[in-house]
């Protein structure tokens, strides 16, 4: 009844001093892209602690633990274990003029134990749900993790009725709206050769230089909301050389699937005209371009006036918290909001 959430939620306030604490300790244990698994044995370890006891680790990775309800809407509760940063990044917690600082220590670290302080209050205060509650310590949402966990979540269980994934420490936000996303690793190929003795010979640089030059000019509608970046390039071998091999990392994103499809195509476009280019300038046939997808995460959206947002805005209000507008992003809800 309501008594029982009243101690619960007083309950989780007062858990948050150790909680806190626990942050700290999983900060400091690394989880970097595809290399989540020693963090998730102490997620595994905590989940049974905390009550679960039944917890396990699936074939993706992720740190599963179902509490029994009644026979109602199955809910998953999730937060990602890995983190942006690659392997080798000091992860220790410094101290500097009373705050704390660390890679991961807020996204997303903080879901986590936020996760499993909510998991042992409820069953300290024996709470009572509808439904089954699947708790869920996520693999692969950062970078190139593409979302897998998350994805291999809905392939192998087919009767979940909601998800919910605490992700950052912004309380007041809420995002109801899935950003979708696709990048493309974009590697141009060509003769190479010395920059003097070889002049003439068309260069994978400036048949890439050619297509980001294409890029950067395409333009987007402000809404739905589309953005691309070429985030990364790299190529060539010395500054005398005529480049052989040079390869660019392209992001794209929109929250809608449609606008997502059409700059893909432009920057599609944008790529074998750059190839084209160089070609023609040189007289050659020598330059070519081989795009692979390598990020593909599904736009999609909740209405602002479904159950499940509102029920989450009411959560915040317990915290004397407002929440003045819903955002978008791409997270571990994408494969939820797109289905």
Aim: glycine share 10%.
């Amino acid at each position: 009844g309501a008594a029982v959430v009243r101690k619960t939620l007083a309950d989780l306030r007062a858990d948050d001093g150790r909680t806190w604490e626990e942050q700290k300790k999983l900060t400091e244990i690394p989880a970097p892209p595809y290399k989540e698994a020693v963090r998730a044995q102490y997620m595994l370890k905590r989940f049974r602690e905390a009550g679960l006891k039944d917890a396990t680790i699936d074939t993706e990775g992720n740190v599963l633990g179902l509490r029994k309800g009644g026979g109602g809407p199955k809910l998953v509760v999730s937060a990602h274990m890995d983190t942006v940063f690659k392997e080798g990044t000091d992860v220790k917690v410094k101290e500097i003029d009373g705050r704390f600082h660390a890679p991961g220590i807020a996204d997303n670290t903080r879901g986590l134990v936020a996760l499993l302080s909510v998991i042992g209050t409820m069953n300290a205060n024996n709470v009572r749900t509808v439904g089954d509650v699947l708790f869920m310590a996520t693999v692969g949402e950062e970078e190139l993790g593409n979302l897998r966990g998350v994805k291999a979540l809905f392939r192998d269980h087919k009767d979940i009725d909601g998800f919910i994934s605490i992700d950052g420490t912004p309380i007041d936000r809420v995002t109801n709206t899935a950003a979708g996303s696709h990048r493309y690793e974009v590697v141009f190929k060509g003769p190479g050769g010395h920059s003097f003795r070889h002049f003439g010979l068309p260069s994978a640089i400036q048949a890439m230089g050619r297509a980001v030059a294409k890029i950067s000019d395409l333009e987007t509608p402000a809404m739905p909301k589309t953005t691309f970046t070429v985030g990364t390039v790299q190529g060539g071998t010395s500054v005398n050389a005529i480049a052989g091999e040079a390869r660019m990392a392209v992001d794209m994103r929109s929250s809608n699937n449609a606008e997502l499809a059409k700059i893909d195509a432009k920057i599609q476009a944008a790529v074998k005209e750059g190839v084209a280019e160089e070609n023609r300038r040189w007289k050659s046939d020598q330059i070519t371009a081989v795009t692979s997808l390598i990020g593909d995460r599904p736009a999609g959206g909740t209405p602002a006036d479904a159950k499940i947002v509102q029920a989450w805005r009411r959560s915040i209000a317990t915290l004397g918290r407002e929440v003045k507008t819903l955002s978008d992003g791409s997270t571990d809800s994408n494969i939820a909001m797109s289905l």
